[in-house]
């Protein structure tokens, strides 16, 4: 009682003071972060930055560029900060009060010049406010540099550091570093949907910063500009300049969208350093490329450029999870905790989390008549607390790893196990363990069935977590959205505070029936016996849902088909009824008879082939009328690949062909793809719609290595996930889904990626 009183008065604690932040009108950022540079010589820029109190910046965040085509800027030199454990980013180096860095120029001219220097930061408040990314730009005076200077600094500093080498007897004449046009060969063409797509070949022995690309216009005629670009990924390596950050090898890939009018023309700078492995770091490179995406997408026989509404379109994520990414990029801590626990909430009636209610249910059902309303809160919560940490923990190594772990509990011993618990949970329900047992077979089954029964806390927890790693392991557009933030050097504590306040959202419902079902359950008397018994038969309804993802279709069909003719029987399907029978016993008598008769409809599909359970005899011919339906019946023809070289060479092929690409990410273990394949890929509008489009499918249900390394890929945690490829072989990274949908949803989805 205690711990609950000081969790409730923290709660009203943190709630008042966020009140009291919340009355505070935070600075602009021109005042919160004043930025000033001078010049230390001709060759050196000082820039600082001066805080108020209660506002800091992060370290990682600094940037810089100019206008003047005679200088470029190398990498700056900053000062160490210190750690905190932010809300948006997690543990991150930050600057409070001042900070002076150095940065480096390089200069075209010896004689004194003004530059236009925009430096770029961003940071927070201490009351709860994170600001967006800042800009602002200032003249810097460089003076005049001695010839000589002037001289070296024109050199190509790669073959000085050569040359002194060799002078001193120190370089090994056999290492020789490439020039970086050689070492990092860039091509650009313009692709479709008014995107540039830069390329880099990156020579053996090299590597490019994944963080140190910009793109930036200059010298612009008409309304043009740049949307978010999306880079390649690369690997985390442990860099001597910058610490652990993310590099890329052999290629690397930028894709930039361009957002214009008519006529509109500029120039492209794209920005960009990297390393070679023997040691030597380049200074930044920039390259300038022409733009006229209007002429060059009249060429291809693009469509018009867009502007006003359209482009506001083109500048937001398209989809659920690329929103769910965006809310937690710079969304208020409380909105995004909020707003992950509504979806939880949603997604606890999805059939990858439903079943979860009759096992809490069972829990409760299994205490009979001990069972009080306060004993029945608290097992709920228990149970709703060790799922939502678990779901928490797996989601945060998720995200980290790119490992789905809820996946390798998929594998059909341990589903196998965990549906012979339920199945000993029935028994202990239905009291069959009386029936023709030993006494040590009796006894053994009696103590474990009554040890995972939930009559203990720990019993309970451990349910828990086991429903959490095995019962859901379908991936859905809030889960994505977080754990692609967190995957994208985001902050594993908010991320895993969204997954955690998810979970709890989906735990509301097992909370108001596991509480309910306390209250509501009879203390004594025959009718307790009635209740545990539907219980039981629930029980073994989850025990078969989970065999579904092992078990042949037709085995499943016979399951089901006896768990509604066992307990038919048992309602008194075949029995009489006395002429003194009442308005009950008829009652069930019917539904008794109603459940024979489906059961045995049932076992006749099994035994002519059908596998669901709702359209028992759907392939038992009948000769009828066309009825205008529009489901097919029948999924789509997909075509199967394992590897990233299938998939690479069936792309290449549809290419060639002009043809689109769809590629579906399977497993027999997932529910909704399932639910995707019997009411989404079956519809016959969907399948008229894709009739010119390559559909590819990569079953993952091994979740082998092979099957790791195609996810991994392309940044996808698990199934469903449908990603969509256009005539070029590009990815449309905006238009992937992830989740559920309906075939309408569907439909319109597919109109909004082909157009």
Request: hydrophobic fraction near 45%; include cysteine.
């Amino acid at each position: 009682m205690n711990l609950r009183f000081t969790g409730l008065a923290l709660l009203v604690l943190s709630l008042l003071a966020g009140i009291s932040h919340a009355t505070e009108e935070p600075l602009p950022p021109d005042q919160a972060f004043k930025f000033s540079a001078v010049a230390k010589d001709g060759d050196t820029i000082i820039g600082t930055w001066t805080l108020p109190d209660g506002y800091y910046l992060y370290h990682d965040k600094f940037n810089f560029s100019t206008t003047s085509s005679d200088v470029q800027l190398g990498s700056p030199i900053i000062p160490k900060g210190k750690i905190k454990d932010d809300p948006l980013f997690g543990k991150v180096e930050t600057h409070r009060h001042q900070v002076s860095l150095e940065l480096p120029v390089t200069r075209g001219t010896q004689g004194e010049t003004t530059i236009a220097l925009t430096a770029g930061s961003q940071g927070c408040a201490d009351l709860g406010i994170c600001y967006p990314p800042y800009r602002t730009t200032v003249n810097v005076v460089l003076p005049a540099v001695a010839a000589a200077s002037s001289a070296a600094t024109q050199a190509d500093p790669l073959k000085a550091l050569n040359q002194l080498g060799n002078s001193l007897g120190l370089q090994d004449t056999e290492q020789e570093f490439l020039d970086p046009d050689q070492a990092f060969v860039l091509s650009t063409e313009f692709g479709a949907d008014y995107v540039l797509v830069a390329r880099w070949k990156i020579a053996d022995g090299y590597y490019m910063y994944r963080d140190k690309f910009r793109f930036r216009l200059k010298d612009a005629s008409g309304d043009i500009k740049l949307g978010q670009a999306d880079i390649s990924r690369g690997k985390i390596k442990d860099d001597e300049y910058f610490g652990k950050i993310e590099v890329l090898y052999k290629n690397a890939e930028a894709r930039i969208p361009v957002i214009a009018t008519a006529g509109a023309t500029a120039q492209l700078e794209l920005s960009y350093q990297g390393c070679a492995d023997a040691g030597l770091c380049y200074p930044p490179q920039y390259k300038t490329v022409a733009l006229n995406p209007t002429a060059t997408s009249a060429a291809t026989g693009q469509p018009p450029a867009t502007t006003g509404s359209a482009q506001a379109e083109l500048d937001q994520p398209f989809t659920e999870q690329d929103k769910m990414v965006a809310l937690l990029k710079g969304g208020n801590t409380w909105t995004i905790v909020g707003i992950f626990f509504l979806a939880g909430l949603a997604l606890a009636f999805t059939p990858c989390v439903f079943p979860m209610i009759p096992i809490l249910s069972g829990i409760i059902a299994g205490q009979g008549e001990k069972i009080t309303t306060g004993k029945a809160f608290t097992l709920s919560l228990v149970y709703v607390l060790s799922v939502a940490v678990t779901y928490t923990a797996v989601g945060v190594i998720a995200g980290k790893s790119g490992a789905n772990l809820t996946a390798a509990f998929q594998d059909p011993w341990i589903l196998s196990g965990f549906a012979a618990v339920f199945v000993m949970l029935s028994l202990s329900m239905f009291g069959f363990y009386d029936l023709q047992m030993p006494n040590f077979v009796q006894s053994r089954l009696t103590q474990y069935s009554n040890k995972q029964e939930g009559g203990t806390i720990i019993g309970v927890a451990i349910m828990g977590l086991l429903s959490a790693l095995i019962v859901g392991p379908c991936v859905a557009a809030p889960l994505a959205g977080a754990l692609i933030f967190i995957a994208n050097q985001g902050s594993a504590v908010l991320g895993g505070m969204a997954l955690f306040s998810m979970s709890m959202g989906m735990g509301v419902p097992l909370l108001i029936i596991g509480t309910g079902g306390g209250k509501l359950l009879p203390k004594a008397g025959p009718w307790m016996d009635a209740v545990k018994g539907v219980f039981g038969v629930t029980l073994l309804g989850v025990a078969v849902w989970m065999l579904e993802r092992i078990l042949p279709g037709e085995i499943i069909m016979v399951l089901w088909a006896a768990l509604l003719i066992v307990p038919a029987i048992y309602l008194g399907a075949l029995e009489p009824l006395r002429k003194e029978s009442g308005g009950w016993p008829h009652f069930w008598k019917g539904v008794g008879i109603m459940m024979l008769l489906y059961g045995i409809i049932l076992m006749l599909g099994a035994t002519t082939g059908n596998t669901d359970p709702l359209q028992p005899l759907k392939k038992i011919s009948f000769s009828s009328a066309s009825t205008g339906t529009t489901t097919a019946g029948h999924s789509l023809p997909f075509k199967t690949i394992k590897s990233i070289e299938d998939l690479n060479r069936e792309v290449a092929s549809a290419s060639s062909q002009g043809k689109t690409v769809m590629l579906d990410f399977y497993a027999d273990w997932c529910i909704s793809c399932k639910e995707f394949d019997k009411y989404v890929f079956s519809n016959a509008e969907v399948q008229s719609r894709l009739a010119d489009t390559v559909v590819l499918q990569s079953d993952v249900t091994a979740n082998d290595e092979i099957d790791k390394a195609l996810m991994k890929n392309f940044g996808i945690i698990g199934p469903p996930t449908i990603l969509f490829f256009d005539k070029g072989g590009q990815e449309l990274k905006r238009y992937r889904v992830v989740g559920e949908m309906n075939a309408k949803q569907f439909l319109d989805h597919l109109n909004a990626t082909f157009k």
